[in-house]
């Protein structure tokens, strides 16, 4: 069966500024019923909030058993983290709508590999498009589905899809740009 996720990755956010705005996200969260205060076992390997009473106003449709989900949580993930989808279809360059990364060529996602190891050892992140020449910070390339590459994140494990609105809230709380990397474990 397997276990869903989706993300709200801050790809903006700083490593100083990512611990303060998780707790003012959260607290927002459970100030508008959506998740409940109190952490219990409810993520994958880790303590979560469990759906509040007016979760429904964050999803598109609700469900009706989703409080009988052993795993049913959010948390908020603060720290350097690559929050991804489950695989990776294209990757398109900002400027010359090049696709550098193709599902169908692996090849092209191994040269994609070591920017990625370098941005995680604390290192800039930035790679040039092969077509173009142009140098391209992780985030600013087109990633299908979407990928996030930060300090801050809010995972929702075996939530209905997330309704636009409640995102677009969350990243106008947080004042920064958000992505949504989704998947299923």
Not at 64 to 91: C, I, K, P, W
């Given at each position: ?38 952490p219990t076992e409810c993520i994958l390997g880790n303590h979560g909030h469990r ?135």
């Amino acid at each position: 069966m397997g276990e869903w996720f989706e993300t709200i990755a801050d790809v903006e956010a700083t490593p100083e500024d990512a611990d303060h705005l998780g707790a003012e996200v959260l607290s927002w969260l459970v100030e508008q019923g959506i998740v409940v205060a109190e952490p219990t076992e409810c993520i994958l390997g880790n303590h979560g909030h469990r759906p509040g009473p007016n979760y429904a106003a964050a999803t598109v449709e609700p469900w009706d058993d989703l409080h009988e989900l052993a795993t049913n949580g959010f948390r908020v993930v603060t720290g350097q983290s690559v929050f991804y989808s489950m695989g990776v279809d294209q990757v398109i360059c900002p400027h010359c709508n090049a696709a550098v990364v193709d599902g169908q060529d692996q090849d092209s996602w191994s040269d994609f590999t070591p920017v990625i190891d370098e941005w995680y050892m604390g290192g800039a992140g930035v790679r040039a498009c092969r077509h173009c020449g142009k140098p391209v910070g992780l985030n600013e390339w087109g990633w299908s589905p979407p990928w996030g590459f930060g300090y801050l994140g809010f995972e929702f494990w075996n939530w209905p899809m997330l309704a636009p609105g409640f995102v677009a809230a969350v990243s106008n709380r947080l004042g920064h740009r958000t992505v949504q990397p989704c998947g299923k474990l």
